[in-house]
């Protein structure tokens, strides 16, 4: 069974930093996109950064310059560094992988969520 585990959330003062992990666990035979959402409170839910199985990257305007999405294949680990932290990206960040368990089969898989709380 394949499972999706993120951390690193956490209260942070603006201006600073936090690096999200989200680690694949079980039988993976490989890995295609992974991707970061968030979703803030009384908000839709909204593509923060993905990253292929290639490297290539893809970061939401509303984060670039700022947010950096990078994988570790070797550790089926996907991450998400956040620097300069507004109080605007509070929200609960989620992972969602597409994972192949085997080679005849693609599934999509989500993270519980990690909570990231900037304050002023």
């Known amino acids: 069974q394949v499972q999706l585990v993120e951390s690193g959330g956490g209260l942070v003062q603006a201006g600073g930093s936090l690096r999200l992990s989200c680690a694949a666990s079980?039988?993976?035979?490989?890995?295609?996109?992974m991707v970061w959402y968030r979703q803030a409170p009384g908000k839709q839910r909204e593509l923060v950064a993905a990253i292929t199985s290639g490297g290539s990257t893809n970061v939401a305007d509303s984060v670039k310059g700022r947010f950096t999405i990078s994988r570790d294949n070797a550790k089926n680990t996907v991450y998400l560094q956040m620097n300069s932290l507004k109080p605007e990206d509070t929200a609960v960040y989620s992972c969602?992988?597409?994972?192949?368990?085997?080679?005849?089969?693609?599934?999509?898989?989500w993270g519980q969520g990690t909570q990231v709380t900037v304050s002023s």
């Open positions: 969602n992988a597409q994972i192949s368990p085997t080679p005849w089969n693609t599934n999509d898989y």
């Open positions: 079980g039988i993976i035979f490989a890995i295609n996109d």
